[in-house]
């Protein structure tokens, strides 16, 4: 990718709109930003260069064309921002990604990734705004916008059905368990998943909505196969959680032995993790059972 080519470029158009670097920055990041962007010294993300193209008055494209960056990567950072977002709670700025992109016709234009803003705008709709409704329609828009009528659904589509899902857990808990019965048949007839995480959070989520109606076996019974999924794969993602969870079944239970052992291992994982909010509650229980 050459930075310099994109970097001279923006400087060039930049000074014939008659702005300065702080005007060009206004409203999209700092001025020092765009500085070291026209030096070459950094490339914007995906997001931020297509806001300097509006501000322009120019076509995001063209700067592919002049850095001669595939269009790809620039959906591929989107798509990496909205993840970050996403994972650490920043739905805010991830709902400002979405709006930034809306307008691009890299994105209006191609379903696959309209889907990708549909998708964590849906996100946005339940976490920040509060309308439930609206949130799962526009979800089951993203996961219905490729017409998969007939066809195995893909990881994306699984993603979005797991998003719906946890929006169930919270709203309606006997349509959660069929809608995560459901992932799990499209889940094994996929041959192969690049997230192997998928996996993970459909066990766990599996498990806490079957606490929660009670069926405290079958909840068991998912979360040791979230751990041995976890071992299998060198992972200790939610794998703190899951030994909670087991834990807490069998504290229902009046297993209460056997509880503190889960729980103190889901400690070991947890602190690992550095999860301080978990580990706080986990102590608490450890303690509370150890009375």
């Not at 920055?25 to 001025?31: A, K």
């Not at 620039?74 to 970050?84: A, G, M, N, R």
């Not at 979360?223 to 834990?247: P, R």
């Not at 052992?261 to 509370?288: D, G, H, P, T």
């Amino acid at each position: 990718m050459d930075f310099a080519a994109v970097g001279k470029k923006i400087k060039e158009l930049r000074k014939n709109s008659g702005l300065s670097q702080e005007e060009l920055s206004e409203g999209i990041c700092t001025q020092a930003q765009i500085s070291k962007i026209e030096k070459g010294l950094v490339f914007p993300y995906a997001s931020t260069l297509y806001q300097i193209s509006q501000k322009l008055g120019v076509d995001v494209n063209y700067f592919f064309d002049i850095g001669t960056t595939p269009r790809l990567d620039y959906v591929q950072e989107v798509f990496e921002q909205l993840q970050l977002m996403r994972r650490s709670y920043r739905f805010k700025e991830m709902m400002d990604i979405v709006r930034a992109e809306e307008k691009n016709p890299l994105f209006f234009q191609n379903k696959k990734n309209l889907q990708l803003l549909l998708w964590h705008k849906g996100i946005y709709l339940h976490e920040v705004e509060h309308k439930v409704d609206e949130a799962i329609e526009t979800l089951n828009q993203a996961v219905h916008i490729l017409d998969m009528k007939g066809k195995v659904i893909q990881e994306r589509e699984i993603e979005i059905l797991l998003t719906i899902a946890t929006i169930y857990f919270k709203e309606d808990i006997e349509e959660a368990l069929k809608l995560y019965m459901e992932i799990m048949k499209h889940v094994q007839v996929l041959p192969h998943l690049n997230d192997y995480t998928i996996k993970t959070r459909l066990f766990y989520n599996l498990a806490r909505v079957l606490t929660r109606l009670d069926q405290l076996d079958d909840s068991n019974k998912y979360c040791d196969e979230a751990i041995k999924w976890c071992l299998k794969n060198d992972s200790i993602y939610l794998l703190g959680q899951v030994h909670y969870q087991k834990g807490y079944n069998l504290e229902l239970a009046n297993q209460l032995d056997c509880a503190k052992r889960y729980m103190e291992k889901a400690l070991i994982f947890l602190e690992i993790q550095k999860n301080e909010k978990l580990i706080k509650f986990v102590k608490e229980k450890i303690s509370q059972l150890s009375l």
